[in-house]
């Protein structure tokens, strides 16, 4: 830790071989590392880059491999080897405390964006470590719940997005997770490490574990995994005995050995690199402000109420517009130089806000920095529910507001963190003040005929259908990263388009989650002594209490997660996968699919029809017609993202596939299975707009 204060950790050096130590430090929303160091002024900021939500939203490879490359950057010049992500797993429910760090409800998706952010790293000479693999769904209980799925879900979902990140990258490196998966430990489970991750998929670097992960060191070396961290002397002697005693083959501890040996001589540390310690931080700021919009999604935007014009007088509400989420959790929290919030983002694009209700805001902000100082005191970290509280008397505010001013702009925040999952009625869905806000300022505006827009600064879904027809225009901003309030101003005032689309779904409401069996509302804060009342928090010994959804959580929902449940239940959602307007609008014609070596080039034209440069979205989805096992009615298969379309213009755009994208995994068999028959495949603008389809027929059964 000395090595580069505040990172995650190293390995051990042993000099007299030679043998330089691995600095690891965390990601994904920036490196993580202390700003001060002892006698030293120099401060080490780190740049807070998007969410791996927002990047995900993107739907833009080309943003998020530019994003992993200015992490790459900054962890070589600070003299970091190995940076800890991205964090890979799938969004299984929208309440999962760490969703904002992972990429989607879809495992292409979440699979190409991971293999993108792992490029842009490595890139740089450094490693990336995708994580947690596998299977780590919640956080309450992380360290111990027994994740229970089927070996069909596990494959198609749950493994397939570390799958295309291996195929597409290759990672220094991949944590294994803190839980279980159907009653094995993920550490110890050499039938996932060997068998699957290296045997099936060819993954050449080296297995970490998650920090006080796992239970016994000597399967885990058994099973694969070659770097036990932070590592402690017990582990050191539990090997050493279990070799002595027969119980570990030393060639199996050899083989770990070797493998973290290959990661040192790699290592820029070995290498005798000379880092600056000064990154481009200004030039990766820069470029995070530019990237930010690119997966901030446009919800609604009735008669074009966004983008508005500085000479309108901005009526701001919302302690989040003063106090705008970035990201925050240990593993991600950005010892970063700066936050730029909205009334800053507004005032420097040259906004004037309403003084009066600014003003109020700022007292208020104040007294509840005030207020909640003791709290934060208490809490080490998690501190995502310590949130201000929104002004009890806004209903004073709201009329005079509206008569000054010509726009109303709201912010509602939501983050979360670690070890913790959120809450339905606390988090999920919006509070009675927040309510309360939405239809004061939405009454005194409208009756003025004056515009109210809302922007979400959130780590995941919200409750957003009993009050969006209240409001004119929603834009969610996920947590954007350190230009957050300049970029925000720079979508609301029209500076770029917003060109984002939903990675998950919002549904209309939490009930109709297909994962009902998750660790919801378990979290119980005690505000006076800070402590969680709920049964465990990182708990370091297993307890058995068998309760479900806290011991073991049963995956009942199989492979239908996110749209694939609601699309096939035809379950009406808020806001469907893959959603998303711009300040244009745009056609789709001319579907074509050309059969090529081993499947298919799809393409369709896409035209500028509004008056607006903006960027698009085509979307493949299939939908196999008559399919011998029950199956998701769509399935993205594949998609791409429109340059910047000036008036008019119009791009073609090509996506392939290959036909063993159409598999089903066979349990059975124990193999993928593409199965004889009709399959359409679909180009849309989001998972429920598919206006082409295009009927191909697969005449030869591949089992594989
Ligand atoms: C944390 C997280 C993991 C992080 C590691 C090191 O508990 O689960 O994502 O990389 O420990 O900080």
């Known amino acids: 830790k000395k090595l580069v204060p505040g990172v995650a950790g190293t390995t051990y050096p042993i000099e007299r071989l030679g043998i330089a130590p691995v600095v690891m430090a965390d990601g994904p929303s920036a490196v993580r590392l202390s700003v001060k160091r002892e006698g030293d002024d120099k401060k080490y900021f780190a740049t807070n880059v998007p969410c791996e939500t927002l990047l995900a939203s993107s739907w833009n490879n080309e943003a998020t491999y530019k994003i992993g490359k200015i992490l790459g950057e900054e962890c070589r010049e600070y003299g970091i080897d190995v940076l800890l992500a991205p964090g890979v797993n799938m969004m299984r429910n929208p309440l999962c405390g760490r969703n904002y760090e992972y990429f989607s409800e879809d495992p292409l998706l979440a699979g190409k964006m991971s ?14 470590c995708p994580k947690h693999f596998a299977v780590n769904n919640q956080e309450l209980n992380r360290l111990h719940n027994d994740a229970r799925v089927s070996q069909r879900a596990l494959r198609e979902i749950y493994l397939k997005n570390f799958e295309i990140t291996v195929k597409e990258s290759q990672p220094w490196m991949i944590m294994t997770s803190y839980n279980n998966i159907n009653g094995r430990h993920a550490s110890e489970d050499r039938g996932l490490l060997e068998t699957i991750l290296r045997d099936e998929w060819g993954f050449e670097g080296i297995v970490v574990t998650d920090w006080g992960g796992g239970y016994d060191a000597a399967k885990q070396i058994w099973a694969g995994n070659d770097l036990i961290e932070p590592g402690r002397y017990a582990e050191v002697k539990r090997i050493m005995e279990a070799v002595k005693s027969g119980e570990l083959a030393e060639s199996d501890l050899d083989r770990c050995v070797k493998r973290v040996l290959e990661l040192v001589v790699k290592s820029i540390r070995h290498k005798g690199y000379k880092f600056s310690n000064n990154p481009n931080l200004e030039e990766n700021g820069k470029l995070t402000r530019e990237i930010e919009p690119e997966g901030f999604v446009l919800l609604k935007n009735e008669q074009n109420a966004l983008p508005f014009t500085k000479e309108q007088k901005v009526a701001l509400f919302g302690t989040g517009a003063y106090n705008l989420i970035l990201s925050n959790s240990v593993s991600v929290r950005s010892l970063h130089g700066r936050t730029v919030n909205l009334d800053e983002g507004l005032r420097n694009a040259g906004v004037s806000l309403n003084e009066a209700l600014d003003k109020r805001y700022i007292k208020h902000m104040q007294n509840e920095k005030k207020r909640l100082a003791p709290f934060w005191k208490l809490r080490r970290w998690c501190t995502y529910d310590l949130r201000p509280v929104e002004l009890r008397d806004i209903r004073n505010h709201t009329a005079r507001a509206a008569e000054e001013s010509d726009i109303a702009v709201i912010t509602i925040g939501r983050n979360s963190s670690e070890s913790f999952d959120r809450h339905v009625e606390r988090d999920f869905n919006l509070n009675m003040h927040e309510q309360a806000m939405i239809s004061a300022v939405s009454r005194d505006f409208h009756s003025r005929g004056k515009k109210v827009v809302v922007v979400l600064n959130i780590c995941g879904p919200v409750e957003i259908a009993s009050w969006r027809d209240k409001v004119d225009a929603i834009l969610v901003a996920w947590l954007p990263g350190q230009e957050a309030g300049n970029s925000i101003a720079d979508a609301l005032l029209g ?114 029809a509004g008056n607006f440069p903006a960027k698009q979205v085509v979307q493949l989805y299939s939908s196999e017609l008559a399919p011998e096992v029950d199956r998701p009615t769509i399935e993205l298969r594949g998609y791409k993202k429109t340059p910047l379309l000036q008036a008019g213009e119009s791009t073609v755009v090509e996506i392939v596939i290959k036909k063993e994208d159409l598999m089903t995994y066979n349990e059975k068999a124990s193999a993928w299975k593409l199965t004889k028959g009709e399959y359409d495949l679909l180009l849309g603008f989001d998972s429920q707009t598919l206006p082409l389809k295009h009927r191909i027929t697969i005449t030869k059964e591949i089992l594989k």
């Open 115 to 128: 293999a993108a952010m792992v490029n842009g790293v490595e890139s740089e000479g450094v490693g990336a």
């Open 495 to 608: 500076k770029v388009s917003p060109s984002g689309h939903l990675s998950t779904s919002f549904p209309m409401k939490y009930a109709d989650v297909p994962s009902q069996n998750f660790p919801h509302n378990e979290v119980e804060w005690c505000a006076e002594s800070g402590k969680n009342l709920s049964r465990v928090f990182d708990q370091k010994q297993p307890i058995y209490y068998d309760v479900p959804n806290i011991d073991y959580t049963n995956y009942e929902e199989d492979i239908y997660v996110g749209y694939r449940d609601y699309a096939t239940r035809k379950v009406e959602v808020a806001y469907p996968f893959g959603y998303g307007l711009t300040y244009s609008q745009f056609e789709m014609s001319d579907m074509s699919v050309k059969e090529c070596k081993d499947g298919y080039k799809v393409s369709c034209t896409v035209k500028r």
